[in-house]
């Protein structure tokens, strides 16, 4: 019997699977047992055509392939290529202790060439932690050569790597080209003209980690400002990058790239469902929010989402990750993205424009805002409307974007936050409020009397708090001031 190792996916999770394959004299069979799904039945007609192509064939025995443990279900056509070896480690045609320190994983053409499969780079990842080395398709080496100390071959087509096993050959291994790291990722502020107040929510927003509701009608540019976030919050560390880019890759979102460099952006249409962006459906995949983990999300006409499609987000934007649970599948995605939403300030948009406005204002507005859920409007720590671009701003020349809200200012703002307390702002939990934001009594004393007026929730109350702090933090103060917490009341609209 020859045994040869894999691996299989629950969710983000990689699970070590051992392929083990017997061949005993008896009437000719090929069978694959251990919990495989369709996919994975047909590897066998797969590796029959593969074998005949390159001159070898099945031997005219009992053939038996386990995928162990046979408890669970096995999906996925990277299967092909344990299964092809070990057969060929059991036809003793490979010597088998040249293959056991490495996790095999590839798609099998019938030519014999080796086709791409998703989820390399999570395999790699496992393979560097266990000690081991990976076999995969040679048009996945790039990505897995991301991964440090770890000996990688990615063969062409089978002849490829029987002949580098039996020394005939030498696989030369992939490298990685990650000297294009990179670091002009340019879209600015500067194109959007205006909207000063936007601008600097917007630039809060990415300083302290808050939440940002734009709310304005059409045209105005919220889905402008919102595109630009990306490019405000600081590169990704190699580590988050990995972390995105194997999300991506197992759930085959990578599009023809190696790997991901930049903070993702998702805008998931208001039709979607619960599933699609929360995560779900019959096999518990992840939904947008955690494709949007360590970027951003964006929900564009926020009100027309549908009232349980929203109130799914609630819980992943408190803990950062979202359990999904289906009757045979549960799996743990993490979701830990920034929320931008826009929407328009009533069903026409108009609300407000002296000259534009329908019969329906301003009740229409009211009822517009009453779609979202108090809970979901109060975890939007900034919530500004933009106003209609003056000509006068449009007609003006660009010039460069202005340095104070720039990427560079926005990663010192973050240093100090993070040598405080560790994390951002956004993130406080309401013991580190007590211990880190220091307020001035002037400032307590107007947040108090706000509080008082307008009946703040409990909630709101500390919210406004740590975006006063993120405010305080641009200015270098040690404590919040006055006009810090005066700031941080003004960015949230709806409150009152
Ligand atoms: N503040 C602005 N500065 C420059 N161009 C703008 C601005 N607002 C809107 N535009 C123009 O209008 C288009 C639509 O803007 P968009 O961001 O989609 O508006 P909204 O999402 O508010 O409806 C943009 O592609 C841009 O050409
Ligand atoms: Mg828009």
């Known amino acids: 019997m020859a045994r040869v190792k894999t691996i299989a996916f629950q ?165 990685c080209p990650s000297t294009i790291w990179p670091s002009n990722l340019s879209e600015n502020l500067s194109e959007i003209r205006g909207q000063a107040l936007a601008k600097r929510a917007l630039f809060l927003a990415a300083c302290g980690h808050h939440h940002l509701l734009l709310c304005g009608p059409p045209g105005t540019g919220k889905s402008m400002l ?104 549960r799996a743990i995605y993490p979701a830990k993205f920034h929320l931008v939403a826009a929407m328009n300030p009533c069903p026409c948009g108009h609300l407000g424009n002296t000259r534009k406005q329908c019969h329906k204002a301003p009740l229409c507005g009211e009822r517009y805002l009453k779609r979202l859920s108090g809970p979901l409007l109060d975890r939007f720590d900034i919530r500004v409307d933009v106003k209609p671009v003056e000509v006068e701003d449009l007609l003006r020349p660009v010039i460069s974007s202005s340095p104070e809200l720039s990427v560079e200012r926005v990663i010192e703002v973050q240093r100090i936050q993070r040598k405080r307390q560790g994390v951002l702002n956004g993130e406080l939990s309401l013991k580190q409020i007590e211990e880190h934001i220091r307020m001035h009594s002037s400032a307590l004393s107007l947040l108090v009397s706000a509080s008082e007026r307008f009946g703040l929730s409990a909630r709101s109350f500390q919210r406004i708090r740590k975006l006063a702090r993120t405010i305080a933090d641009v200015e270098e103060s040690q404590d919040v001031e006055r006009h810090h917490m005066a700031e941080a009341l003004g960015l949230r609209t709806y409150e009152y």
Request: hydrophobic residues 45%; aromatic residues 6%.
């Open 226 to 329: 919102a595109n630009r976030l990306p490019f405000l919050l600081p590169p990704l560390s190699k580590m988050e990058a990995l972390v995105v880019t194997a999300i991506h890759s197992i759930f085959g979102q990578l599009k023809g790239r190696d790997f991901l460099f930049e903070r993702p952006f998702r805008s998931p249409h208001h039709s979607c469902s619960q599933a699609a962006l929360v995560g779900g459906g019959p096999k518990a995949r992840p939904g947008e929010i955690s494709l949007a983990h360590c970027g951003v999300l964006f929900l564009d006409e926020l009100p027309e989402f549908s009232h349980h499609t929203l109130e799914a987000l609630r819980q992943p934007l408190e803990t950062g990750e979202i359990s999904v649970s289906r009757a045979n599948a």
């Open 11 to 175: 969710g983000l999770q990689v699970l070590p699977i051992d392929v083990q394959v017997q061949i005993a004299s008896g009437l000719p069979s090929f069978n694959i047992v251990g919990l495989p799904d369709k996919s994975i039945a047909e590897s066998r007609e797969r590796i029959r055509s593969a074998l005949t192509s390159i001159g070898l064939g099945l031997p005219s025995e009992r053939i038996t392939v386990n995928l162990s443990p046979a408890d669970l279900l096995k999906e996925g056509s990277h299967y092909d290529l344990p299964i092809v070896m070990g057969i060929l480690s059991a036809m003793q045609i490979l010597p088998i202790k040249h293959i056991e320190s490495f996790i095999l994983a590839g798609e099998i053409a019938l030519d014999g060439s080796i086709a791409k499969v998703s989820g390399v780079l999570a395999i790699a990842l496992h393979c560097a932690k266990n000690g081991l080395g990976l076999i995969c398709p040679f048009g996945n080496g790039a990505e897995a050569a991301y991964v440090e100390n770890l000996s990688v071959l990615a063969p062409h087509d089978l002849l490829s790597i029987i002949n580098h096993f039996k020394g005939t050959f030498q696989l030369t291994p992939p490298t």
